[in-house]
């Protein structure tokens, strides 16, 4: 049985399915199977709380934003991976121009020139538009299912 505090917690992560997640790739069992225990459930929560850390930008979702706050978690927290998840929810990509390619392009720069400068791991996680069945099966989708996706192609990220 679930102890009082585990379920407690259990509460505050309904809300992000990502945590909770996280907690079953830690621990190796899940919730509804394997039965993860409370012990167990608190060594994950504390190894998620001391290790990741989420940024919260709903009022300004922009590059740039996100890019100050990460600055500030690279010099306060020392982190060294940075995961922008999902990069298509940004509501602005890049800068002046009314080219796409060219915002994107603008981007890419930005989180490439970060990255060296703050010696971390950046990775981008962009999802694909919703794949239509080909003779009833889901066909695999490719980087061309991402809204300008070839500039990733055409950009040289190394």
Same mark, same amino acid.
């Given at each position: 049985?679930?102890?009082?505090? @585990?379920?407690?917690? %259990?509460?505050?992560?309904? +809300?992000? +399915?990502?945590? %909770?997640?996280? =907690? #079953?790739?830690?621990?190796?069992?899940?919730?509804?199977?394997?039965?993860?225990?409370?012990?167990?459930? $608190? =060594?994950? &929560?504390? &190894?998620? $709380?001391?290790?990741?850390?989420?940024? !919260?930008?709903?009022?300004?979702?922009? /590059?740039?934003?996100?890019? =100050?706050? =990460?600055? $500030? @978690?690279?010099?306060?927290?020392?982190?060294?991976?940075?995961?922008?998840? /999902?990069? !298509?929810?940004?509501?602005?990509?890049?800068?002046? +121009?009314?080219?796409?390619?060219?915002?994107?392009?603008?981007? %890419?720069?930005?989180?490439?020139?970060?990255?060296?400068?703050?010696?971390? @791991?950046?990775? %981008?996680?962009?999802? /694909?538009?919703?794949?239509?069945? #080909?003779?009833?099966?889901?066909?695999? /989708?490719?980087? &061309?299912?991402?809204?300008?996706?070839?500039?990733? &192609?055409?950009?040289?990220?190394?």
């Amino acid at each position: 049985m679930v102890g009082r505090r @585990l379920t407690g917690l %259990l509460r505050i992560f309904l +809300s992000s +399915s990502m945590l %909770l997640n996280l =907690a #079953e790739k830690l621990i190796g069992k899940g919730f509804d199977r394997d039965k993860m225990n409370e012990l167990e459930f $608190q =060594a994950a &929560y504390d &190894y998620i $709380q001391d290790n990741f850390f989420f940024i !919260n930008c709903e009022d300004n979702t922009t /590059p740039d934003a996100i890019l =100050a706050v =990460a600055k $500030q @978690l690279v010099k306060r927290r020392g982190i060294k991976h940075l995961v922008i998840d /999902p990069l !298509n929810a940004m509501t602005s990509m890049g800068g002046e +121009s009314d080219r796409e390619n060219e915002n994107i392009r603008e981007t %890419l720069n930005k989180f490439v020139t970060f990255a060296r400068k703050n010696n971390i @791991l950046l990775s %981008l996680v962009a999802h /694909p538009k919703k794949i239509p069945s #080909e003779n009833g099966r889901m066909r695999v /989708p490719t980087m &061309y299912d991402i809204s300008g996706s070839h500039t990733f &192609y055409d950009k040289d990220l190394s």
